[in-house]
């Protein structure tokens, strides 16, 4: 067997940026020498005020930081579906020093390792990625609150289902059972339901954390009350809800900040503005301002990008396990979650439209749909780890910029504006109030939970 390390695998990298905990930028010297006290590394930086400075220590000691003083409302009620439970909501700080008494910053770990900790011993190990600026307080210390779990003895299992089918470590058996998994869906849902001081864009974020680990995480899904519902975005960036019932009546939501391109990243939204001056960022749809953090690789390497590179990505796939991006007249896959190898697919004689989800967007999916300029179908994805791109078997009745499907709800998009309801290769007019102004269309769900809790 060897040393057996609890790897967790399939992090969802994402958040993260300079937001520092409680608006403060320096530690004061009595926090420092009560976290040096139990993590003695610290104690030549203990002398006096500590200062954030970027660097992983401080990325590391500010994670310690908001685990140490994050409020929370005085009464914190078990949400009716399985977010919430409150198993882990007392005293985070206790909790993890109560298991944890060093830890060790990695030079380099797998792709996609956060963290880990070994099945004897109390170290955690922490991983280069954990500590950019990819990821926030709040992500660390749900990551550090999942590796303490692990020294109560609670290892990962393969998933043999669901949309980390075959991962190696990313898969609890089902959230009940309180492991590891349970306290990232715990600790997420818990910032965002009942912090009383974090930003209203980080709520948001750490709600759809819970739910992308809940959905995603065991082997048995979480159950988590929700309401699909579609996501409308007009030419003049006003968001709106359609119910995906059937129903034509659009209900405003926020404003976008620039018009552009909006990406599924599960249940994250990634702006990619039409403006190539513009980075790619997340995006909120209620007014609840922005976050800093990277919205994943491919977006920090677009904002990384000349203008002119940047307006060469036509569209972006992000499944749980491979990702695509369209380029005018090829496909740059990643199909091996485990390597950042890609496959470049190109497009002979075609040039690409966007991508389309007749099938609804589906983290689990091995392909979808991508439509050409000339509104030919085209299906594209991963086998076996292979990146393809083949003519598609469906069909549609007209071109559309965007196809969405909530439960058997199939929506198309056109160029012009205009929404129609899909049935099979029959398009039907859905009239709306935006009729000739819709410029994007997306999935989305709201929470019973944290509507509940925070509104
Ligand atoms: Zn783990």
């Not at 994805?381 to 393809?388: D, E, V």
Request: aromatic share 10%; charged share 15%.
């Amino acid at each position: 067997m060897g040393i057996k390390g609890w790897f967790c695998a399939a992090l969802m990298a994402a958040a993260g940026g300079n937001v520092f905990a409680a608006g403060s930028t320096c530690v004061p010297r009595a926090e420092m020498q009560t976290i040096a006290q139990h993590f003695n590394q610290f104690n030549t930086l203990a002398g006096a005020d500590y200062c954030y400075d970027g660097s992983q220590t401080a990325n590391l000691i500010q994670a310690l930081e908001f685990m140490r003083t994050t409020k929370y409302a005085s009464t914190m009620n078990n949400s009716t579906d399985e977010l919430f439970s409150g198993t882990f909501a007392q005293d985070w700080w206790t909790y993890f020093i109560g298991r944890i008494n060093d830890i060790q910053i990695q030079s380099s770990c797998p792709k996609g390792v956060g963290a880990f900790v070994y099945s004897f011993g109390n170290t955690m190990y922490v991983c280069p990625m954990l500590l950019t600026d990819s990821f926030a307080a709040l992500d660390r210390t749900s990551v550090m609150m999942h590796e303490a779990r692990h020294i109560d003895g609670f290892p990962h299992i393969t998933c043999a289902h669901g949309p980390r089918t075959g991962l190696q470590g990313a898969c609890d058996q089902q959230i009940s059972d309180h492991g590891s998994y349970a306290v990232t869906v715990e600790t997420y849902a818990q910032l965002a339901a009942y912090a009383t001081d974090i930003h209203p864009a980080l709520r948001a974020y750490a709600a759809s954390s819970a739910v992308v680990y809940a959905d995603e995480a065991f082997e048995t899904p979480a159950h988590v009350d929700r309401q699909p519902n579609f996501l409308v975005l007009t030419n003049s960036k006003e968001f709106y809800r359609l119910p995906a019932d059937g129903s034509s009546n659009l209900q405003r939501l926020g404003d976008a900040p620039a018009l552009g391109h909006i990406v599924s990243r599960a249940q994250h939204l990634i702006l990619y503005p039409d403006d190539k001056a513009l980075p790619a960022k997340y995006i909120f749809s209620k007014n609840e301002g922005e976050i800093q953090q990277a919205a994943g690789d491919i977006a920090v390497e677009y904002n990384g990008q000349t203008p002119q590179q940047r307006a060469e990505l036509v569209d972006v796939h992000i499944g749980a396990q491979w990702t695509v991006r369209v380029y005018h007249n090829h496909l740059l896959f990643v199909c091996d979650p485990t390597s950042p190898a890609t496959q470049d697919v190109i497009l002979s004689g075609q040039v690409a439209g966007s991508v389309l989800y007749p099938n609804g967007y589906d983290r689990a999916a091995s392909s979808t749909f991508l439509i050409t300029e000339t509104g030919t179908l085209m299906e594209f994805g991963c086998k076996s780890r292979k990146a393809f791109v083949q003519a598609a078997r469906m069909t549609l009745d007209q071109k559309y910029k965007r196809v969405q499907k909530l439960g058997q709800e199939v929506i198309g998009l056109t160029p012009d504006g205009r929404l129609f309801v899909i049935n099979g290769a029959h398009s039907t007019p859905l009239k709306t109030s935006m009729d000739g102004r819709i410029y994007d269309l997306m999935p989305s769900q709201t929470f019973a939970f944290f509507a509940s809790s925070t509104n």
